[in-house]
């Protein structure tokens, strides 16, 4: 523990403690570290991708109409980023969105 620790106490953050793909690829199941169970689509996890290849970095605006997502969108990999996100490899072989988990709760609890 630092000094810091006892000075400015951190919030504990929100971790997933299970990811799960279906087994159609089409929905991720994720249980929370608050016990929480929630899911989110494939195709919603593609829509609101954060990566700089579909958010414009300085007005925030998708470069992409979210509707021309197809609704078969699925998830081929998942692979952790250190302790904080998780990335996708979706049907259409985009793989550049590092989802954190604040974000994926966000997404999920709003399915």
Request: with cysteine; charged share 20%.
């Amino acid at each position: 523990m630092s000094i810091w620790d006892s000075v400015k106490p951190k919030k504990k953050s929100i971790t997933a403690t299970a990811v799960v793909v279906s087994k159609d690829q089409l929905t991720l199941s994720l249980t929370w570290s608050d016990g929480a169970n929630s899911s989110v689509s494939a195709r919603r996890l593609r829509q609101y991708c954060p990566c700089a290849g579909c958010v414009e970095e300085w007005s925030g605006k998708r470069t992409f109409e979210v509707e021309t997502i197809p609704e078969g969108m699925k998830i081929i990999e998942v692979q952790s980023v250190g302790n904080y996100a998780i990335s996708f490899t979706f049907g259409d072989l985009h793989n550049t969105g590092i989802y954190q988990w604040e974000y994926l709760k966000e997404l999920s609890a709003a399915a």
